[in-house]
């Protein structure tokens, strides 16, 4: 199975020229047929698991002819009876030098020595070999990939600050983190309802419990139950998911409890309605045209549904605080509702809200991971100024830094 | 007025995409460089090269990412590039049969005729594999290209139906070493081992080129596994509701090019027919009629939607008909 | 515990190319997916049990629990053990890929469309220019979509050009920092499941 | 006649799921069902055919690779979660997955997602050749991408030169972001919707080509 490839239309052109006067007088002093490739150089490939080379070889002075070059290996062994693999074809133009080991065909062994020959190829398949080449080197793995020293750093940064403020958070220790718009709105949506005296809805998104959207989410419900049952405020908190239904149901009988009114939690205020996407919609929204709840709470993850939930919401007349990761819903959120938490303002929130340190922490070690990262933008800004007022190359240097070689 | 009922909306939605179908206008596409990018890359492939299209979309989106997948598949077909076709899916592993069905399928203009693994097996056993010698030998021994056809396609030389395999990214990582690892079999039971696309092209390194058509954002799978280990070229596919979010990889150079929805499919269907390389344009491209009008439409319904309710048409607790 | 093995393994597998290492990693690309394949057996489980328990019980609407069913068993019947076609011939396919193309593929693509009616109701009574952010937001919307249909560029050759700056800078920008940030996140969550602070994932499994 | 009979039952589907708009209905709920059960009956057949039968079954019964008993009994662990009693077990195949996953992405993530796209995010203001709107994208590019991460900066009030108005600015780029997005989600609807038609008028009823 030979690969073939033209270069182009004025090499083959000359191959042509050249080959119709040798395949006429083959018979005479043997033509001195192709020059032949000089000698074979290996060198073990850094970064590794020990199974490539690197291999060149000088190419022939004489390049007329020639279609290909042929580049066959073979393990030294004693009896010198191993057969050649044909490992690569190279084609003229290219350089050459190759990466023997890619092929999962002729796997290099770690620790074994191989020799190489070259051969020139013509267009009709005849092979002209250069000398055989005993590798200097055989293959070792290396234990460590230096091409990746910028990763391991970013990795083991990060996994310090992150790791820097869960300690920080469990051992007591307060931290600031910014209020959000829509959790202040909160208060507000409840006292509404209750001055109206219709119920508030909540929906915990469509997501399951492994969602970090739906944990966030389940936080500030938790937050929210506390204060309905202070103001003992009718609750619906319909569930799509059969598990985060049961949790759901934990988190409000906990918070009626923790709010003093274990009395005024209604069994019946979370409940679960089906596992069908479009039905849960169809369902929800009957229970908005017929409750007229007036604060509506979509809190978590949402699909395609959303829209549909929060326009019947604004058609009904009710307060609504929306807040999801996907990226996708939320445009249709911020045009429909009232209030609405962008992407990581729900974890925040939650965070902000449950106090719990968990959460905290890892809030305020990604922030010193953004931290960072402002910090390499807001230098490359003033690079980027300085390298056209000042005509230098500062801009390159910084961005070395950060940049990694697709290189393993 | 912003309490009609809502049935009315959908009856309007549903007449706006259904006349200009029967009125055909066919207004013109231009085309942008991030489609372009991606054509201009495939346009440059050649017999020796392969690519990979992976079909990670479910029956949902079939609308958007089919058109792009059939269109990029022609145009590597045209130009003798091999192709592999694989899914992260397993609804998507029917997307790609449905595709490959699409492209032999006589009744539609710009069809390829498959040959099919076995058939071939004896010009494959004489070790003609070369597409162009391989075509002279399988004319000559009796087949004529259907009229109409566009050329010959072998199963194994120039497509591979590698179809599903579960935890898609490893397997992505794992064809870096070596494709046949990961797919000992295509998905007619064909040993790929035998292929001799699969001989020529023996690891992700030996492929130019993957184009991820998505639904999902499994498409950077590509990128973390593929193009960031070995330094793969990567496209993308994407539906609409996706493509925003993926400009960053554009401006990073981790992908060549991205065709967004049914706008970028059309796009390629366009790139392709002016090109020459199919005689017609696709469905994507008759579809934009529609895209245009009911666009118009949905603005109009902002426009007046926001009128009525500034000027105060509006009362909020006025009782909400229609169902929900 | 198999978790924090599992995870740091991999983790420091990658900075070192060494063959054992890369050992390792072969046979974790050959196990993963056979592995993986057994988790299809939850997802039959658990949808066998909720829909047989409805169908027992009758509970309001117990009778398409059967239309679940029947083809949840049906289709590996059809693919594995019977590859009968409908009418018995050889050269149509069979009934397996029949009731995909031709039931599976319609019904979930037109679920999906079904949200182009919904859009288009929200449109007209709930997108709301409220305030001057989602008044920005509803303008940058429709100059991209005027910019990306071709009456956009019989309108003007600026709604186009004006969308596609839109996309490629001021949405790169959110996009990006989106990204970033959610970068940040899977790594954090990565560290908690491999550290065993986060469990919730095992979705109570033996609870 | 496969086609065509194929065609009606798949436009009769369509039609059911439409039927929705209208009010919902009992062939609507069927149509609903069916996909549930479908879509898994398929997952299971092709993981099958595609990998338990080349990967495990072929090479367990050809009397080689016994070591892949190991990954079976692993993956048969998973059946222990409808055994109350010894659910704890499913755990295992679980655990092995999540674990090793996560490895593997962590790595991988920083570097795709992190690093590359924060190289990206420093990208030079101006380069020769360039025209004026593509120098103001690069403007907005870097310093957009520098206020939308003050408005996700949680630790800091948003007050001051720094981050009261680059939040602001953030908030006005993030919409922007937004509204593009916005406008694809109505684009991307509605194709989906045109494929539909394209199927009921042509595939179908062949009043379109």
Redesign the interface.
Same mark, same amino acid.
């Given at each position: 199975m030979i690969l073939l490839l033209l270069p182009s239309l004025s090499v083959a052109q000359g191959v042509d020229e050249i080959l119709t006067p040798v395949a006429g007088e083959q018979l005479e002093e043997p033509d001195p047929g192709l020059d032949i490739p000089g000698a074979v150089t290996v060198l073990d490939r850094d970064n590794d698991a020990g199974d490539q080379l690197e291999v060149y070889f000088e190419p022939p002075a004489d390049l007329e002819g020639i279609l290909a070059y042929n580049i066959y290996r073979r393990a030294v062994s004693d009896e010198g009876n191993e057969d050649w693999s044909l490992v690569k074809i190279i084609p003229v133009i290219e350089p050459t030098e190759f990466i023997d080991g890619y092929d999962p065909e002729y796997p290099i062994e770690p620790g074994i020595l191989y020799e190489y020959k070259v051969a020139s190829t013509s267009i009709t398949g005849e092979e002209f070999f250069g000398p055989v080449c005993r590798a200097e080197i055989v293959s070792q793995g290396e234990f460590y990939h230096t091409g990746?020293t910028?990763?391991?750093i970013?990795?083991a940064l990060?996994i310090f600050l992150i790791f820097y403020y869960f300690g920080k958070a469990q051992r007591g220790f307060k931290?600031?983190?910014?209020p959000i718009a829509g959790i202040e709105a909160i208060d507000e949506a409840i006292g509404r309802a209750t001055e109206m005296g219709k119920p508030v809805l909540y929906v915990p998104g469509l997501s399951t419990i492994s969602d970090v959207a739906t944990i966030a989410s389940l936080t500030i419900l938790s937050r929210v139950a506390k204060k309905i049952a202070l103001y003992q405020t009718p609750l619906l908190v319909p569930n799509r998911d059969p598990i985060v239904y049961t949790v759901a149901d934990e988190v409000v009988k906990q918070a009626y409890l923790e709010a003093g009114r274990p009395d005024a939690y209604d069994p019946d205020s979370v409940f679960f309605l089906t596992d069908?996407q479009?039905?849960f919609v169809?369902g929800v929204n009957g229970i908005m045209m017929r409750e007229k709840p007036a604060t509506n709470f979509y809190l978590g993850m949402f699909w395609a549904e959303s829209l549909i939930l929060a326009e019947t919401g604004s058609l009904s007349g009710a307060i609504q605080i929306a807040g999801t990761d996907a990226?996708?819903q939320?445009?249709?959120f /911020?045009?429909t509702c009232d209030y609405t938490l /962008?992407?990581?303002?729900l974890y925040?929130a939650s965070a902000y809200l449950g106090r719990e340190p968990k959460q905290i922490g890892a809030?305020?070690g990604q922030?010193?991971c953004?931290?960072i /990262?402002?910090v390499?933008?807001?230098l490359?800004?003033i690079f980027?100024?300085i390298?056209?007022v000042a005509d230098t190359h500062i801009?390159d240097w910084?961005?070395n830094i950060?940049?990694?070689p697709i290189i393993d | 007025m912003l309490n009609i009922d809502r049935?009315w909306i959908?009856l309007a939605?549903g007449v706006v995409?259904?006349v200009p179908? @029967?009125i055909?206008i066919g207004m013109p596409v231009s085309t942008t460089v991030e489609v372009e990018n991606i054509f201009d890359y495939v346009n440059e492939l050649g017999k020796d090269d392969a690519i990979f299209i992976s079909f990670d979309y479910?029956p949902?989106? *079939?609308?958007?990412n089919t058109p792009m997948a059939i269109a990029v598949m022609r145009h590597a077909l045209h130009n003798d590039v091999s192709v592999f076709l694989t899914a992260n899916q397993? @609804?998507g592993?029917?997307m790609a049969i449905g595709a490959l069905h699409y492209v032999t399928d006589p009744a539609i203009p710009d069809f390829y005729e498959s040959v099919s693994f076995e058939d071939w097996s004896a010009l494959r056993d004489a070790g003609i594999v070369d597409k162009d010698e391989l075509v002279s030998a399988w004319e000559s021994e009796g087949n004529v290209l259907p009229e109409g056809c566009s050329g010959w396609i072998f199963e194994g030389r120039d497509y591979a139906l590698l179809?599903?395999?579960?935890?898609f990214?490893?397997v992505i @990582?794992g064809m870096t070493n070596s494709i046949e690892a990961q797919y000992? *079999?295509d998905?007619h039971g064909n040993s790929t081992g035998e292929m001799p696309m699969l001989r020529d092209h023996k690891s992700l390194r030996e492929v130019d080129l993957a184009l991820s058509c998505s639904g999902s954002g499994a498409c950077?799978w590509w990128?973390?596994?593929a193009?960031?280990?070995i330094g793969m070229p990567v496209a993308f596919g994407v539906?609409?509701?996706m493509?925003?979010?993926y400009y960053?990889y554009i *401006?990073?150079?981790?992908i060549i090019g991205q065709m967004?929805? @049914?706008?970028g499919a059309a796009e390629y269907e366009v790139l392709l027919y002016e090109n020459g390389v199919t005689v017609t344009t696709g469905?994507a491209f008759?579809?934009m009629d529609? *895209?245009s009008a009911?666009?118009l439409l949905?603005i109009f319904l902002i426009i007046m939607g926001n009128i009525a309710f500034f000027a105060g048409g509006f009362h909020k607790k006025t009782a909400l008909k229609g169902?929900g | 515990?198999?978790?924090?093995?599992?995870?740091?393994?991999?983790?420091v597998?990658?900075?070192i190319p060494h063959q054992y290492s890369q050992n390792i990693f072969n046979y974790?690309t050959?196990? +993963?997916?056979?592995?993986?394949?057994?988790?299809?057996?939850?997802?039959?489980?658990s !949808?066998t049990?909720v829909h047989s328990h409805k169908i027992r019980r009758k509970a309001k609407?117990w009778q398409?629990?059967w239309?679940?069913?029947?083809?949840?068993?049906?289709?590996?019947f059809f693919?594995?053990i019977w590859p009968q076609s409908?009418?018995g011939?050889m050269e149509?396919?069979g009934i397996?890929d029949?009731?995909?193309?031709?039931?599976?593929?319609?019904?979930?693509?037109?679920?999906?469309?079904?949200?182009?009616?919904y #859009?288009a109701s929200a449109?007209f009574r709930a997108f709301r220019a409220k305030s001057a952010? +989602?008044t920005?937001?509803? &303008?940058?919307?429709?100059?991209?979509?005027l910019g990306?249909?071709p009456i956009g560029e019989m309108l003007g050759r600026w709604l186009p050009?004006t969308?596609l700056?839109? &996309?490629?800078?001021?949405?790169?920008?959110?996009?990006?920092? #989106?990204?970033?940030?959610?970068?940040?996140g899977?790594?954090a969550t990565?560290?908690k499941?491999?550290f065993g602070v986060e469990r919730n994932? !095992?979705g109570g499994?033996?609870k | 006649?496969?086609e065509t009979?194929?065609?009606w039952?798949?436009?009769f589907?369509?039609l059911?799921?439409?039927s929705?708009?209208?009010?919902?209905n009992p062939l609507y709920?069927?149509?609903?069902?069916?996909?549930?059960?479908?879509?898994?009956?398929?997952?299971?057949?092709?993981?099958?055919?595609?990998?338990?039968k080349?990967?495990?079954i072929e090479p367990l019964l050809a009397g080689s690779h016994w070591i892949?008993i190991?990954?079976?009994i692993?993956?048969?662990l998973?059946?222990t979660?409808?055994i109350p009693s010894i659910?704890?077990?499913?755990?295992?195949?679980?655990?092995?997955?999540?674990?090793?996953?996560?490895?593997?992405?962590?790595?991988?993530?920083?570097?795709?997602?992190?690093?590359?796209?924060?190289?990206?995010?420093?990208?030079?203001?101006?380069v020769s050749g360039m025209n004026w709107?593509e120098v103001?994208?690069?403007i907005?590019?870097?310093?957009?991408?520098?206020?939308?991460?003050?408005?996700?900066?949680?630790?800091?009030?948003?007050k001051g030169l720094f981050f009261g108005t680059g939040s602001k600015i953030?908030?006005?780029?993030?919409?922007?972001?937004?509204?593009?997005?916005?406008?694809?989600?109505?684009?991307?609807?509605?194709?989906?919707?045109?494929?539909?038609?394209?199927?009921l008028?042509g595939d179908w009823l062949h009043?379109?080509k």
């Open positions: 990746k910028r990763v391991l970013a990795g990060f931290m600031y983190l910014r069908s479009f039905a169809a990226v996708t939320l445009p249709f /911020i045009t /962008i992407g990581e303002e925040a809030v305020k922030d010193s953004k931290a /990262i402002m390499f933008i807001t490359a800004l980027g100024i390298d056209i801009l910084l961005r950060v940049t990694s | 049935r959908f939605i995409s259904i179908f @029967l055909g479910a949902g989106t *079939q609308a958007e397993p @609804l592993h029917g179809g599903y395999a579960p935890v990214n490893l @990582l000992p *079999q998905a950077v990128i973390t596994y193009r960031e280990k539906t609409a509701v493509a925003t979010d960053p *401006q990073s150079g981790q967004g929805g @049914l706008r469905k008759t579809g529609v *895209q009911a666009h949905i169902r | 515990m198999i978790v924090l093995v599992g995870g740091i393994l991999m983790i597998q990658y900075f974790y050959e196990w +993963a997916p056979i592995v993986g394949a057994f988790a299809l057996i939850l997802g039959v489980g !949808l049990r609407n398409f629990s239309a679940v069913l029947i083809p949840l068993y049906g289709m590996p693919a594995l409908l009418w011939g149509e396919p397996f029949f009731v995909f193309m031709h039931i599976q593929v319609p019904i979930q693509a037109t679920m999906f469309s079904l949200l182009a009616f #859009i449109a952010l +989602a920005v937001l509803l &303008l940058a919307a429709v100059i991209v979509m990306q249909v050009e969308g700056w839109i &996309l490629r800078y001021p949405n790169l920008a959110a996009k990006r920092a #989106i990204m970033l940030g959610v970068g940040f899977i790594l990565n560290l499941i491999i994932w !095992l499994a033996g | 006649m496969y009979i194929g065609i039952v798949g436009a589907f369509t059911a799921i439409y929705f708009l209208y009010k919902e709920r069927l149509a609903e069902h069916l996909v549930v059960g479908v879509s898994l009956g398929y997952t299971i057949s092709i993981t099958y055919d595609i990998t338990l080349p990967r495990l892949l190991i990954p079976a692993l993956g048969l998973y059946i979660r409808f659910a704890w077990l499913s755990r295992y195949p679980i655990a092995f997955l999540m674990g090793t996953s996560m490895g593997v992405s962590f790595p991988l993530t920083m570097k795709a997602w992190v690093l590359r796209q924060l190289e990206g995010a420093m990208a030079p203001l101006y709107s103001a994208g690069n907005v590019l870097i310093l957009g991408t520098l206020a939308a991460l003050i408005y996700f900066f949680f630790s800091k009030p948003h953030g908030i006005w780029v993030i919409m922007l972001g937004f509204g593009a997005t916005f406008g694809f989600t109505v684009m991307g609807r509605i194709s989906l919707l045109i494929g539909r038609i394209q199927y008028l009043i379109i």
